[in-house]
């Protein structure tokens, strides 16, 4: 790896590499009914950088992300996307899709030496938005999306994620949550 970019990640300099959990727990909704689910799931996170936006400067992590139900060789869930470090706003950046037709870019403020932090993103957000194919949005519109992720523990991170989803069908936001803990390979 590229010790210079690492160097430049700020709070994501310890994410890059491989990383691996298998206590997983994804909350959803399958047929109407709420659902758990448990899961492992396998993320690779590659440097890169400088992107220069004129005066802006990024540094980031490309990724992609797995994640399996205990038991089946399957995939369930795929991501991919970039991790970013702006340094001269002190924000965090994640920008994703899934292929459901979901594309999510979300942030939030951190110190460079920070091991936790919160991201963000809203539909109808010009800055840190959702984006939703037409079937999505008129049966399980993704509203908000929030991340918190801590990197405190060596060797490993945690996060919890909380996808807010509208379903018309009974005009409520549902809760779809996933968290897990991962151990770098």
């Given at each position: 790896?590229?010790?210079?970019?690492?160097?430049?990640?700020?709070?994501?300099?310890?994410?890059?590499?491989?990383?691996?959990?298998?206590?997983?727990?994804?909350?959803?909704?399958?047929?109407?009914?709420?659902?758990?689910?448990?899961?492992?799931?396998?993320?690779?996170?590659?440097?890169?950088?400088?992107?220069?936006?004129?005066?802006?400067?990024?540094?980031?992590?490309?990724?992609?992300?797995?994640?399996?139900?205990?038991?089946?060789?399957?995939?369930?869930?795929?991501?991919?996307?970039?991790?970013?470090?702006?340094?001269?706003?002190?924000?965090?950046l994640r920008c994703f899709?899934?292929?459901?037709?979901?594309?999510i870019n979300a942030g939030?403020?951190?110190?460079?030496?920070?091991?936790?932090?919160?991201?963000?993103?809203?539909?109808?957000?010009?800055?840190?938005?959702?984006?939703?194919?037409?079937?999505?949005?008129?049966?399980?519109?993704?509203?908000?999306?929030?991340?918190?992720?801590?990197?405190?523990?060596?060797?490993?991170?945690?996060?919890?994620?909380?996808?807010?989803?509208?379903?018309?069908?009974?005009?409520?936001?549902?809760?779809?949550?996933?968290?897990?803990?991962?151990?770098?390979?």
């Open positions: 790896m590229d010790e210079q970019i690492i160097q430049n990640l700020g709070p994501l300099a310890a994410l890059a590499g491989i990383w691996e959990g298998d206590q997983g727990i994804d909350v959803s909704r399958v047929h109407s009914q709420e659902k758990e689910t448990r899961y492992r799931e396998r993320v690779v996170f590659e440097p890169l950088g400088p992107v220069r936006n004129g005066p802006q400067l990024l540094y980031g992590l490309r990724y992609a992300m797995t994640a399996w139900r205990l038991g089946e060789q399957d995939a369930f869930h795929e991501e991919l996307g970039y991790w970013l470090w702006d340094a001269g706003n002190q924000q965090v899709m899934v292929p459901r037709g979901v594309l939030g403020d951190a110190e460079a030496d920070s091991t936790r932090f919160h991201l963000s993103a809203a539909v109808g957000s010009e800055t840190y938005g959702i984006l939703s194919n037409t079937y999505l949005d008129a049966s399980y519109k993704t509203m908000n999306y929030t991340l918190d992720v801590d990197m405190s523990a060596h060797g490993q991170f945690s996060y919890k994620e909380d996808t807010q989803l509208w379903i018309p069908v009974n005009d409520a936001i549902f809760h779809h949550t996933d968290q897990n803990t991962l151990t770098k390979v």
